[in-house]
């Protein structure tokens, strides 16, 4: 059986943990011009920030976020976890000061910070480690698929020696690292990325459901026919294959993914998030 994250953050805090996910106002250079403006196929407006919180400030959204699961969590603590967009593509200062003001509170024991690896500069991964020595930091960075032929494809923006070299930097810096990688890209492999991935020196891996939302090319891509979209015990399959190539210490802390039920076009099994859980978690013990 794998290593969980629920099991993971006991063994490293003493106690459960939840995330809370803030938006730090971010955009992303595959969006704003600098590298792209349409961002990648799969990806919504809120730039895979559906759930997060919104606020003012981020000590506005750390006390909203924690309200609302703290019945869930009465002994607990929180990781801050900036989700949304490119979390650390901002000017140095901008990014100095979201950050101190996520670690703050006592509640908070890590940070965590989802971005590209082409957005980390050596002054923000000094900074991540600056902060590291105060509170915990995670990066966690989409890769997606190793294939650079498929990473052309979702208009990534960025070839996959940037990731490993993203990775190294901040592997040096004591930053501890998650990769998200995508099950059901066309003509992917994604057993081959998270091999890719576990050879880079990744920590711990988010494997991802390829749905298909709204309002995003790939919702286009799946008119067309080119994107046909895995069936429940496919998706099931390639995850057991991923997960088996993973060394012992590797955490999971994502199983699969899920988009807004407002927004999501197909597989519409994903759309229940707890029987596919189940499946899934009944699937890889067997």
């Known amino acids: 059986m794998y290593k969980t994250a629920n099991n993971y953050y006991k063994q490293?805090?003493?106690?459960?943990?939840?995330?809370?996910?803030?938006?730090?106002?971010?955009?992303?250079?595959n969006r704003d011009g600098s590298i792209s403006t349409g961002g990648c196929i799969f990806?919504?407006?809120?730039?895979?920030?559906?759930?997060?919180?919104?606020?003012?400030?981020?000590?506005?959204?750390?006390?909203?976020?924690?309200?609302?699961?703290?019945?869930?969590?009465?002994?607990?603590?929180?990781?801050?976890?900036?989700?949304?967009?490119?979390s650390t593509y901002a000017l140095y200062e901008r990014l100095k000061t979201l950050f101190y003001e996520a670690i703050k509170p006592d509640y908070i024991v890590g940070l965590?910070?989802?971005?590209?690896?082409?957005c980390l500069p050596d002054s923000t991964i000094e900074l991540l480690s600056e902060l590291n020595k105060i509170k915990p930091v995670t990066i966690e960075l989409g890769?997606?698929?190793?294939?650079?032929?498929?990473?052309?494809?979702?208009?990534?923006?960025?070839?996959?020696?940037?990731?490993?070299?993203?990775?190294?930097?901040?592997?040096?810096?004591?930053?501890?690292?998650?990769?998200?990688?995508i099950i059901g890209l066309p003509n992917d492999d994604p057993v081959k990325t998270t091999k890719f991935a576990v050879e880079g020196?990744?920590?711990?891996?988010?494997?991802?459901?390829?749905?298909?939302?709204?309002?995003?090319?790939?919702?286009k891509e799946y008119e067309t026919g080119r994107v046909v979209p895995l069936e429940l015990e496919e998706y099931a399959e390639i995850l057991k294959n991923c997960i088996s190539v993973l060394p012992r210490g590797t955490v999971v802390h994502r199983i699969t993914g899920d988009g807004a039920k407002r927004d999501l076009i197909v597989p519409m099994w994903s759309a229940d998030k707890k029987k596919t859980l189940n499946f899934l978690n009944k699937y890889l013990k067997n």
Do not use: M, W
């Open 201 to 219: 020196g990744t920590d711990g891996v988010k494997f991802h459901l390829l749905h298909i939302l709204k309002n995003t090319k790939l919702a």
């Open 12 to 29: 490293k805090f003493g106690c459960k943990v939840y995330k809370l996910s803030l938006d730090g106002g971010f955009t992303c250079p």
């Open 143 to 181: 890769l997606q698929t190793s294939d650079d032929t498929v990473a052309e494809y979702i208009n990534r923006g960025y070839k996959s020696e940037v990731y490993s070299d993203a990775v190294s930097r901040l592997k040096n810096a004591g930053i501890e690292v998650i990769t998200h990688i």
């Open 43 to 86: 990806c919504s407006a809120l730039g895979s920030g559906e759930f997060a919180e919104s606020g003012n400030n981020i000590t506005e959204q750390l006390e909203k976020a924690k309200k609302r699961v703290e019945a869930k969590n009465k002994d607990g603590k929180y990781i801050a976890y900036f989700q949304s967009f490119t």
């Open 112 to 118: 965590n910070i989802g971005t590209r690896p082409d």
